[in-house]
């Protein structure tokens, strides 16, 4: 089984910095893209960003420029940069893993972390 541990939200003033992350552990092959989500009150679950095994990265247009994810494969580890933070970055944030199982299967499985909630208030 693979088990996603997420950390690093918190409260934080608006114009400030976080980072979060997101650790995968258990019994797999390899994981292919990884990505941030996240979820305000009230609306639907969005992406992010998302990095894939080759490095490439892809943000929505709300937070280009302010986050970078970033991925350290020998921890099987994702991160997300979050830098001048604004209130409607408040939301619960996800990360999701496109996981090889066993080095048979064609495609991967998306694993989904527990969520941490980001808050940007003063």
């Known amino acids: 089984q693979v088990q996603l541990v997420e950390s690093g939200g918190g409260l934080v003033q608006p114009g400030g910095s976080l980072r979060l992350s997101c650790a995968a552990s258990?019994?797999?092959?390899?994981?292919?893209?990884m990505a941030w989500y996240r979820q305000a009150p009230g609306k639907q679950r969005e992406l992010v960003a998302t990095?894939?095994?080759?490095?490439?990265?892809n943000y929505a247009d709300s937070v280009k420029g302010r986050f970078t994810i970033s991925r350290d494969s020998a921890k099987n580890t994702v991160y997300l940069q979050m830098n001048s933070l604004k209130p409607e970055d408040t939301a619960v944030y996800y990360c999701?893993?496109?996981?090889?199982?066993?080095?048979?299967?064609?495609?991967?499985?998306?694993?989904w972390g527990q969520g941490t909630q980001v808050t940007v208030s003063s």
């Open positions: 990095i894939i095994s080759g490095g490439s990265t």
């Open positions: 999701n893993l496109d996981v090889v199982q066993r080095y048979w299967h064609s495609s991967g499985s998306p694993f």
């Open positions: 258990g019994t797999f092959f390899r994981i292919n893209a």
